[in-house]
């Protein structure tokens, strides 16, 4: 049996496009002293991603000649630690590779593959649906009656955002950038209302006809010009999640946009960054919901699985350019 590695030949401060990885094919690695070895059976695709390869400021980074960073979800098949036994499920960073040897420290959790399926703990229960519950409860305070905007509506993080809101009594409504996904997340993640970003004229007006008093709340993913947009439209004590910044292919220079300084003090906004990894004390609490909410069914998701490492060096351009429908995972 080989391993096969997605390396970093080339980092950049764009999107990374498929010239930036290169697949090689390698022996298995050994296990290391109190570590671990898996087999890797799913691992994500991450707007992040475009993040960890840049030379801009970032909490994370993956260097060249190193496996691609990623979250996933592998089986024992080796363990030198004493909690680990051959045949256990767990979620962590498995990197874009078949077999990974691992620090324990890079487990997130246990994975129980008989009570939800895997694609769901990669999912509802792994990065983006934790994010989606601990950015909308530890920081969005969410109050029924209240008008929450959501980027990337359609989304792994935005569909699981706009059912959480809708249970909350809140009313959601979506920003994303096809007809097809306009109607998805109506019809699946609890949108009140959707706005689809590529085509609807002037923007600014879609969006103060979605919420004629104005928005309380806005779960930012994209950033950029539609989050310019937003925030003049934010009520007095509105409140920002700064999640992500998905329309913004590069940092690198900064782009200009309106200085804030004025609307925040006028409106008195808060304005939160958010991070995941920050809050892991809190997400057996977030997955005792999401899992509660899956198993009762009304919680959706949908995945959206490639089969094979071939497609990892192109998958950060499919999602930038919106073709993925649903959470983007790659089966190795
Ligand atoms: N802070 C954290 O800890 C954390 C953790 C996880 C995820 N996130 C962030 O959450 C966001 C969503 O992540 P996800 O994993 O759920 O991805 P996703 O929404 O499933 O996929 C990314 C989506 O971004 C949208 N997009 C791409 N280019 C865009 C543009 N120019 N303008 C507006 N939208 C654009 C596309 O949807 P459309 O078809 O709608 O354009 C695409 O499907 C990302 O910003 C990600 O970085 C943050």
């Known amino acids: 049996m080989r391993n096969r590695r997605v390396m970093v030949v080339k980092r950049c401060d764009a999107i990374p496009a498929a010239d930036s990885f290169e697949n090689v094919d ?100 792994g990065l983006t649906g934790l994010t989606a519950w601990l950015g909308l409860n530890l920081l969005g305070s969410p109050r029924a009656g209240e008008t929450i905007v959501v980027g990337t509506a359609a989304g792994a993080v935005g569909s699981v955002v706009g059912q959480l809101a809708r249970a909350r009594g809140m009313r959601p409504v979506g920003i994303t950038g096809t007809p097809k996904k306009c109607e998805l997340a109506s019809r699946e993640f609890g949108y009140e209302k959707m706005i689809n970003y590529r085509a609807s004229g002037d923007l600014s007006l879609a969006i103060a006809d979605a919420c004629p008093d104005g928005i309380d ?38 782009p200009i946009g309106p200085r804030r300084e004025r609307l925040m003090l006028v409106k008195r906004l808060r304005w939160s960054g958010f991070v995941v990894t920050d809050h892991a004390d809190r997400f057996v609490e977030a997955q005792a919901e999401l899992a509660a909410l899956i198993r009762d069914g009304s919680l959706i998701t949908r995945e959206h699985v490639l089969e094979g490492l071939e497609q990892a060096p192109s998958s950060i351009q499919m999602l930038y350019e919106g073709l993925n429908q649903g959470r983007l995972l790659i089966r190795p």
Not at 84 to 92: E, H, P, R, V
Request: charged residues 20%.
């Open 217 to 254: 709340l806005f779960f930012d993913t994209v950033g950029g010009a539609i989050a310019d947009i937003v925030f003049e439209q934010l009520k007095v004590a509105g409140r920002v999640i700064q999640c992500g910044t998905a329309s913004v292919s590069t940092w690198v220079p900064p």
């Open 26 to 125: 390698d022996d298995l690695p050994l296990c290391e002293e109190l570590g671990l070895v898996v087999e890797v059976l799913l691992v994500s695709v991450d707007p992040a991603m475009r993040g960890w390869l840049s030379s801009e400021v970032n909490y994370q980074t993956v260097p060249t000649g190193s496996v691609m960073n990623s979250y996933g979800i592998g089986r024992v098949i080796e363990s030198d630690h004493p909690e680990w036994n051959i045949g256990d499920y767990l979620y962590g960073n498995v990197g874009w590779q078949k077999f990974s040897a691992m620090d324990v420290k890079d487990v997130w959790f246990r994975v129980d593959p008989d009570s939800i399926p895997l694609e769901k703990w990669m999912n509802a229960l």
